[in-house]
């Protein structure tokens, strides 16, 4: 047995999705490093130009908020155009490739004008990525082990997300570094920021194309029918369960992300530093990044539906309380209830979204979850820009109204898809 394979059957996965997790770690370092060192960039003396009137915080949000929603837009296009082709590795390296280019194109930009343009690119490069990636892990795993399989792969993209951020400001401060091989010249701290956001798409690119193939399934069977149903076509429910878990999905997100663009309503209200709130900021990721696995394992073994329900009741009460608690370690630990409730519902979100796709459909059916995930991350933060003037607690009550709203949706909408839990699957099996 190979050493790829060993690893795999560590992690109970097949080895193919393992080297996709890592490769998306890899890029997931890459693009976070972006959205500490776009804001830092932006404000610099390098880039000028014309500002069409805009405020810098504003070019900021716009820069930032045009990734999240061409990304989003750009996903359910890219999802059913990989599955009438049938090339999920493609569509990845093609989406890899726009990543290392646009990451490399930041060195020579000096307008506010061509951020723009780079960021907005940058948001079409990583909706090939996202729907076909998820695809490939759904067809490479099966109904007994698909949220462990979804599990392990979004840990693995949320460490290196989580990564990102930490080292981008220590790079940039770091610089100017010299170059021993160029006569003594140098580097600024953004250009190199840069260029490892552009060598870590470029190393994904390279795990892809060597350790990815495509299932032969999926080269056989791409589907002519890839519509996404609003009512459920077996009668049985109002609403197709694919788009109820994406509406659902659209609530988590725009709860989860309200608490990022209100730091300093928050350092004011619990006389805290940015420390503090980069803790509480990061403290979702940390129980993303502990629970999705065991949990996507879990609902392997005894089913979707349960996680999916109680995580979506979970989110109700750890984000209305966000709004009331009063000290720094209050927030800390309703932040983190926050993750273990996002945990609860997203792996097993894909994972019953996977049992449900058809041959063939996996990008287009995966692709609205993906999609309502990152159309919420943008809305997010903009809801609470314009609530909180209405007092601290608004948006909260808002993300929490919209939390249960996507509890009653899921607990009368959706069914149960393995045929019998409580079997799981066999431990240390892989789909090679």
Known sequence: MSLSSRVAAAFAVDRRVLALAFARMADGVGNSFLIVVIPLYVVSDVVGGATFGLAEAMIIGIILSLFGFLNSICQPVTGRLSDRAGKRKLFILVGLGGLTVTNLAYVFAESYASLVLIRGLQGVSVAF???????????????????????????????GFGAGPVAAGAVVNAGPYALPVAGGATISGFDAAFYVAAVTAALSYLLVTVLITDPEATQASAGDDLAIAIRDPSGRNLLDPT???????????????????????????????????????????????????????????YGRRPFI??????????????????????????????????????????????????????????????????????????????????????????????????????????????ESPAAGPVPGTTND
């Not at 004011?268 to 949990?295: D, H, K, N, S, Y």
């Not at 609470?384 to 993300?399: D, M, N, R």
Request: charged share 10%.
């Open 243 to 301: 788009f109820t878990l994406g509406v659902a999905t659209l609530f988590m997100a725009t709860g989860i992300a309200l608490f990022a663009t209100i730091q300093p309503q928050v350092n004011e209200r619990l006389a805290q530093g940015a420390t503090w709130f980069g803790l509480q900021f990061a403290a979702f990721v940390i129980a993303q990044i502990l629970l999705q696995t065991p949990i996507g394992r879990a609902c392997d073994r």
């Open 129 to 159: 990525i996202v729907p076909t990636s998820i695809a490939l892990v759904n067809e490479l795993a099966t109904t007994r082990d698909r949220g462990g399989n979804m599990g392990v792969y979004n840990t693995f993209r949320l460490i």
């Open 309 to 418: 329900v109680a995580g979506m009741v979970l989110l109700v009460p750890t984000t209305l309380v966000q709004g009331f608690v009063l000290t720094s370690e209050t927030m800390f630990a309703a932040r983190l209830l926050q993750g273990v409730a996002g945990a609860m519902v997203f792996a097993p979100s894909l994972a019953l979204a996977g049992d449900l796709a058809g041959e063939g459909e996996s990008g287009t059916k995966l692709s609205v979850l993906t999609m309502a995930f990152g159309f919420g991350i943008a809305i997010g933060p903009l809801t609470s820009g314009a609530l909180v003037g209405y007092g601290f607690h608004v948006p909260f009550v808002f993300g929490a109204a919209l939390a249960a709203a996507g509890f009653v949706l899921v607990y009368t909408q959706i069914e149960e898809t393995l």
